[in-house]
């Protein structure tokens, strides 16, 4: 993870800031970069200092969501942390469970799913690259490990989180550990990697 300069990060804060309160009344499409810079109270100059538009923007969100995703789940050595059931669960819902609104709002909102997608490929492609690093696979079969729990666990966190399941999350857990296990059982055989 890039270290980021105390100014960049409040500038970054009050455009995230602004953001959210923007995309209440308005669609990203409709969002206007004099807009975001007057609800963050910053010149447009310093908006275009660091961004090209508003899209990159959107991007350096997706980013900083697939950075701090990718270094909670990646805490752990990797075969200890898949040896624990639930564990990417755990990681992706302690994210966004701990003061995280704007974060769960961006990967949670239909208007934004491109976000949702691009933090998806980018941790799925860090974790696919961990796999591999702890695990005898063919580079092709850690990315499609990785993208199958990564997948299933921001898909199903963003259907439990809308409310479309009437779970509750030790019931929702259960069952996201059951379907990932089984589907993983294949490829990573936990038990004989940890004794490797």
């Known amino acids: 993870?890039?270290?980021?300069?105390?100014?960049?990060?409040?500038?970054?804060?009050?455009?995230?800031?602004?953001?959210?309160?923007?995309?209440?009344?308005?669609?990203?499409?409709?969002?206007?970069?004099?807009?975001?810079?007057?609800?963050?109270?910053?010149?447009?100059?310093?908006?275009?200092?660091?961004?090209?538009?508003?899209?990159?923007?959107?991007?350096?969100?997706?980013?900083?969501?697939?950075?701090?995703?990718?270094?909670?789940?990646?805490?752990?050595?990797?075969?200890?942390?898949?040896?624990?059931?639930?564990?990417?669960?755990?990681?992706?819902?302690?994210?966004?469970?701990?003061?995280?609104?704007?974060?769960?709002?961006?990967?949670?909102?239909?208007?934004?799913?491109?976000i949702a997608r691009q933090v998806e490929e980018r941790v799925s492609k860090g974790l696919a690259d961990a796999i591999l690093k702890e695990f005898k696979l063919c580079k092709l079969d850690a990315y499609i490990c990785a993208n199958f729990l990564i997948r299933n666990t921001l898909l199903l966190f963003r259907i439990y989180n809308d409310g479309q399941v009437q779970l509750d999350k030790d019931e929702f857990r259960d069952r996201l550990i059951r379907l990932n296990s089984s589907g993983l059982k294949s490829f990573l055989d936990i038990k004989r990697n940890l004794a490797n």
Not at 12 to 21: C, D, G, P, V, Y
Not at 43 to 70: G, P, Q
């Open 1 to 114: 993870m890039t270290k980021i300069d105390r100014r960049v990060r409040k500038t970054n804060q009050s455009l995230q800031l602004a953001f959210k309160e923007l995309t209440k009344t308005t669609k990203y499409r409709d969002i206007t970069v004099k807009q975001l810079t007057k609800t963050a109270k910053i010149n447009r100059k310093t908006f275009y200092l660091h961004y090209d538009s508003i899209d990159e923007f959107a991007t350096t969100i997706a980013v900083e969501i697939s950075e701090k995703i990718l270094q909670l789940i990646l805490e752990e050595p990797l075969k200890k942390g898949l040896s624990i059931p639930g564990y990417i669960f755990d990681k992706v819902f302690d994210f966004f469970s701990q003061a995280r609104e704007f974060y769960t709002f961006m990967m949670t909102s239909t208007d934004y799913l491109f």
